[in-house]
């Protein structure tokens, strides 16, 4: 069941509500954690209930791990043996569903041999499921955990809001907020949550989807063997960096939402990483959790930084390449994090040296310009990352390049095709009505309005605030007052103009672009986007993080 379908948003989640605040208002939090359970796990069968069998199996085994872990007087020895079985049961489970066929693909390559492929179906969700099991049994055996029973474990797992796609969740997080559930603070969460559950929803569903068709268009062009010219090339890269920076974006605020509904925070996973100025900022802003996980579990456990530089720079790139690969089962996925493993390296070797410590390093125009080389970057490594394979991305990457086979359109005409030639050129043509084989300039000269959807993206991204800058006051997620914080020391162009905003319209906006009272006006301006967003259902489209 996806967030962005008319069953979620129109049957299951009205169903769950009433039924949490029913059992709310008795005050019972057994009562209630179990209506929230056995509807995270009727959430979670809906596509396949046949995986209701797995995931509970998971959960018995898991859990028994994490009993016997923590029973006192164990050998040491004997309780690191229980650790490494524990972990190995998760890992093999999804080593069998998300690796077997990428195993068997890359055998009969090195042997030419002809191993059938088991075209296992992979269980939504397993990769995040898994992670987070794993930093349960690790946190058992160090002796962290406490207080939690069948129930609680049960529902720290399959809680619907982060079952399908994260955030990853370390239990002292979650198991603490189930004791102190006021019921009186109810109304307040949800008019909180319902509003970012609405502000994900439309990033989703409105600006999302809406530039998904014009990535999908050239990286379907290059899957079929048809040419890009320049400048169409670069519209379906930065078309594709946005869709995805919109979906997820979209999808953690929902998730936060969602939860806070039921009166739950989760942790902060997506802050505006496109903002950053560097790679190490952007894997802080990214996917914060799965860095999180990736530093706990791995990276600090293969020494780290405490070993020399050397040896720092290949764990980077270990981890990294890890991480790519745990996207998905694919070489594609692999070089990916090797990009990232790679720019990680020269990001940290460059700090390392004296000019980095330079004042013009730490002026405007400096973070400005290190904003814009970390997100062409970042776009340009999203190639293989969205690429069918090899030959797709590197075909890709020649047709970006002025000096390769994409020259066909310059900027001047793409610049005049999108924005000064008002009467030519087909406006707000659906895409089922292009044709199947599109012309190299198809992109930068045919359709409309591909550079006015860029650049309001483009806009929305870099000058605006983002939703938990919005709902700052409301403190939407945990561990975010640090971003807040250095949030507040950035340099923001847009506090006159958001304080001019606010006086001319009498939406209350601060200085940074947050609400100071969630009023009538804000309860339009979110119905509005409600229903545009509701409009725009019928063109249902998953997650793409829900593929990971």
Sequence with gaps: MLFNSYAFIFAF????????????????????LGWLTLCSLFFYGWWKWEFLALILTSIAVNLAFAKLLLVEGRPQQLRKALLIVGITFNLSLLGFFKYADFFITNVNALTSSSLSLLNVLLPIGISFITFQKIAFLVDAYKGTVRDFTALNFCFFVTFFPQLIA???????????????????????????????????????????????VYADAGYGAIATGQALDFASAWITVLAYSFQLYFDFSGYSEMALGLARIFGIRLPLNFYSPYKAHSIIEFWRRWHITLSRFLRDYLYIPLGGNRKGPARRYVNFMIVMLLGGLWHGASWNFVLWGGLHGAMLMINHAWRSTPMAKFSITQTCAAYMLGVAVTFFAVSLAWVPFRSLDFDN????????????????????????????????????????????????????????????????????????????????????????????????????????????????????????????????????????????????????????????
């Excluded at 169903?15 to 057994?30: D, E, M």
Aim: no cysteine; hydrophobic share 50%.
């Design 13 to 32: 989640l009205p169903v769950t509500i009433t039924g949490f605040f029913i059992l709310r208002r008795v005050s019972n939090t057994s009562l209630t």
């Design 166 to 212: 994260g955030p990853i969740v370390h239990h002292s997080e979650v198991m603490p907020q189930l004791k102190g559930a006021d019921p009186r603070r109810f109304s307040e969460d949800l008019g909180i949550g319902v509003s970012l559950f609405i502000v994900g929803l439309f990033k989703k569903v409105i600006i999302a989807d809406s530039i998904a």
């Design 393 to 548: 991305a590197l075909t890709m990457l020649g047709y970006l390049s002025p000096l390769g086979t994409g020259t066909g359109v310059s900027v001047k005409y793409f610049v005049y095709a999108q924005f000064l030639n008002l009467d030519g050129g087909r406006w707000f043509v659906a895409p089922e009505l292009w044709p199947p084989e599109m012309p190299a300039n198809y992109l930068a000269v045919q359709v409309r309005p591909v550079g006015l959807a860029l650049m309001f993206v483009a806009l929305l991204t870099f000058a605006m605030p983002n939703t938990l800058q919005l709902f700052g006051k409301y403190i939407p997620a945990l561990s975010l007052e640090a971003f807040q914080q250095s949030a507040a020391k950035t340099f923001n162009p847009f506090g006159l103009v958001l304080s001019r905003i606010s006086r001319l319209t009498g939406i209350g906006l601060d200085s940074v672009g947050g609400i100071r009272v969630l009023d009538n006006r804000w309860a339009f301006i979110f119905a509005f986007m409600f229903v545009l967003s509701v409009l725009g259902l019928s063109r249902i489209s998953p997650f793409l993080y829900f593929q990971f």
